[in-house]
T-cell receptor, first 112, second 114 residues
Framework: TQLLEQSPQFLSIQEGENLTVYCNSS?????LQWYRQEPGEGPVLLVT?????EVKKLKRLTFQFGDARKDSSLHITAAQPGDTGLYLC????????????FGQGTRLTINP | EPEVTQTPSHQVTQMGQEVILRCVPI?????FYWYRQILGQKVEFLVS????????KSEIFDDQFSVERPDGSNFTLKIRSTKLEDSAMYFC????????????FGPGTRLTVL
């Protein structure tokens, strides 16, 4: 079964704290995407990682692709209330594969 | 910044009726997709489309579903005879040549089947 597991499913922390969200699979991905989704809206692309071990930074967000291209993490430094939302990881299983397989999402709440 | 657009934002229909959901992908993109998300569940792939034909489809995409690119800008999803379980958010997405994974999503159409 093609499965992406995200953990934790829910995370509630105080403003200023750091956090890490994980996305794991037993399958190898040719690329992995992180999206953020607001209620009633479409997923908004944050980043694509392609190379094993790749690290990308987007302001206070750091994304890492595992060396074996089976897992990824999203680390947020000094979380702010504006970071509150649903974070989704989605992987493309093989090069040229047309479909993305989505994780179930991590619902993040940052309390002021 | 270029974006994927979808219309309508909300569609209410009676069971058994046909619906057409419309999308305008990003203009220089060549790959187009439909996904759906039932309330509280994961985003699920339905179909991908390239070079005027379906390139991949999921088990969900049965004979009741069809896609079309009627002109150079629009991409449509038709459900011939809607069922209650078709109620969901439907997202269109597009990607550029060589970056299949980097898919940009539209805002979605909420389909409610009564």
């Amino acid at each position: 079964t093609q499965l992406l597991e995200q953990s934790p499913q829910f995370l509630s922390i105080q403003e200023g704290e750091n956090l890490t969200v994980y996305c794991n699979s037993s399958s190898v991905f040719s690329s992995l995407q992180w999206y953020r989704q607001e209620p009633g809206e479409g997923p908004v692309l944050l980043v694509t990682v392609v190379t094993g071990g790749e690290v990308k930074k987007l302001k206070r967000l750091t994304f890492q692709f595992g060396d074996a291209r089976k897992d990824s993490s999203l680390h947020i430094t000094a979380a702010q209330p504006g970071d509150t939302g649903l974070y989704l990881c989605a992987g493309a299983l093989i090069q040229g594969a047309q479909k993305l397989v989505f994780g179930q999402g991590t619902r993040l709440t940052i309390n002021p | 910044e270029p974006e994927v657009t979808q219309t309508p934002s909300h569609q209410v229909t009676q069971m058994g009726q046909e619906v057409i959901l419309r999308c305008v992908p990003i203009s220089n993109h060549l790959y187009f997709y439909w996904y759906r998300q039932i309330l509280g569940q994961k985003v699920e792939f339905l179909v991908s489309f390239y070079n005027n034909e379906i390139s991949e489809k999921s088990e969900i995409f049965d004979d009741q579903f069809s896609v079309e690119r009627p002109d150079g800008s629009n991409f449509t999803l038709k459900i011939r005879s809607t069922k209650l379980e078709d109620s969901a958010m439907y997202f269109c997405a597009s990607s550029a040549l060589g970056t299949w994974g980097t898919q940009y999503f539209g805002p979605g159409t909420r389909l409610t089947v009564l």
